[in-house]
């Protein structure tokens, strides 16, 4: 089984550019959500908003890595109205029963609202950590929360990894 992958959707490059430094920091692969129907100009803006309104699932193509294979599977996307973007809804819903653990992050331009809670809902999973960041903060490089996101992920795969056998035996 592998370590880390990193799922994530973007509209606009931001969360795509974060997840590939997570990826690079977490020496994870990487998995890009696309939709059927990509959002362009302002029908495209009104649609993100519809999704949330009505939690709407937007159709979304196979997923190229299967998360089933990964110990970890760390899922990101940006804020929209508050709340999770549709396409992340339709990959964590479409993907609950595959996932083990979990870490959630998303890109916003002024604060995550609920989006991570959103996502710990969808797929019922406690995350192993999150992490919000603003396109004003990645900017100036987010060191301290990236660093932090990180240091979480590590520590929560070597306490797994600790408890592992104990649970083996009582197994
Ligand atoms: C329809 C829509 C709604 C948004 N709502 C919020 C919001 O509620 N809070 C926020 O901080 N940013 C909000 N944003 C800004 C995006 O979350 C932000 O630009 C994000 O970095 C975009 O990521 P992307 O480039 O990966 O698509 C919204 C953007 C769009 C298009």
Redesign the pocket.
């Known amino acids: 089984m592998k370590d880390n992958l990193v799922v994530f959707y973007?509209?606009?490059?931001?969360?795509?550019r974060l997840a590939q430094l997570l990826a690079v920091r977490l020496d994870a692969d990487l998995d890009e959500i696309h939709e059927l129907n990509p959002r362009r100009g302002l029908l495209g803006?009104a649609r993100?908003?519809y999704d949330v309104l009505f939690g709407r699932e937007p159709p979304i193509t196979a997923a190229t890595e299967p998360p089933q294979t990964y110990a970890r599977v760390i899922v990101g996307?940006?804020?929209?109205?508050?709340h999770v973007a549709g396409p992340v809804r339709s990959y964590l819903t479409r993907h609950a029963d595959e996932l083990r653990r979990v870490a959630f992050f998303c890109?916003?331009?002024?604060?995550g609202?609920q989006a991570l809670a959103d996502m710990a809902s969808l797929c019922e999973r406690e995350p192993d950590a999150v992490l919000a960041v603003?396109?004003a903060e990645f900017e100036r490089g987010a060191a301290a929360a990236i660093d932090a996101f990180v240091s979480a992920l590590q520590q929560a795969a070597a306490a797994q990894t600790l408890t592992a056998p104990s649970r083996e035996r009582a197994a």
């Open positions: 973007s509209r606009s490059g931001h969360t795509r803006l993100c908003l996307g940006p804020v929209w109205a508050d890109s916003c331009a002024h604060g609202g603003t396109e």
